[in-house]
């Protein structure tokens, strides 16, 4: 056999092989079964992307007033805290399972990290003897807690419309891993599209 009629065999098997493990298409697939195709794919990837990566989340209440609104639609990165070295940071809005119900979401701002020290006078947060400057508390109330020490692992989280919020001075805190992740941009309503300070 010469060295052409080889090639020529080689590269027939190598199509048929191709062919046979679905490399090249001879024939084209009918459209009913492309679009089914990327529809799957497109639902698999969205599901990827909602359980790991980022998820969008309904304001139900107004605890978070001024900052939130109540209807506001956010986008939170799932995977924030899970990132090697990336702790929550005192400030940080964020999303968690509620601790005395897991199975819903509550979303509050973080103040006291572990091992601080927290307590509230007339209203004013103190975290380790200092004030905390809060320019996002519009509403304010006049709420006494005596100084507590935030557990290891555990954080200490407000919301930020403070006569009207079920949070840590109520409940207590928020285990590390309750966390869903910071909550980052609003993208509804438009008129106040944007990121989330």
């Known amino acids: 056999m010469s060295a052409g009629k080889r090639t020529i065999g080689t590269i027939a098997l190598s199509v048929l092989f191709l062919t046979y493990i679905g490399g090249i298409d001879v024939m084209p697939k009918p459209w009913w079964r492309e679009t089914i195709e990327t529809v799957f794919w497109a639902l698999v990837l969205a599901l990827v992307l909602r359980t790991f990566v ?78 905390v400057f809060e320019p996002y508390v519009k509403n304010k109330d006049t709420f006494d807690m005596p100084p507590q020490t935030v557990p290891e692992k555990s954080y200490f989280c407000l919301g930020d419309n403070r006569p009207n919020s079920q949070d840590g001075r109520f409940w207590g805190y928020v285990p590390r891993n309750f966390f869903r992740g910071p909550a980052v941009f609003r993208y509804w309503p438009l008129n106040r599209i944007g990121p989330i300070e």
């Open 54 to 131: 980022i998820q969008a989340f309904w304001i139900p209440s107004g605890s978070m007033i001024p900052t939130l609104e109540v209807g506001d639609r956010v986008l939170v990165l799932k995977f924030w805290y899970a990132m090697p070295k990336v702790e929550p940071k005192r400030g940080q809005i964020a999303v968690f399972k509620y601790p005395v119900d897991p199975r819903r979401d509550f979303v509050k701002r973080i103040i006291g990290l572990p091992g601080d020290k927290v307590e509230i006078r007339n209203g004013t947060v103190y975290v380790n003897d200092k004030e």
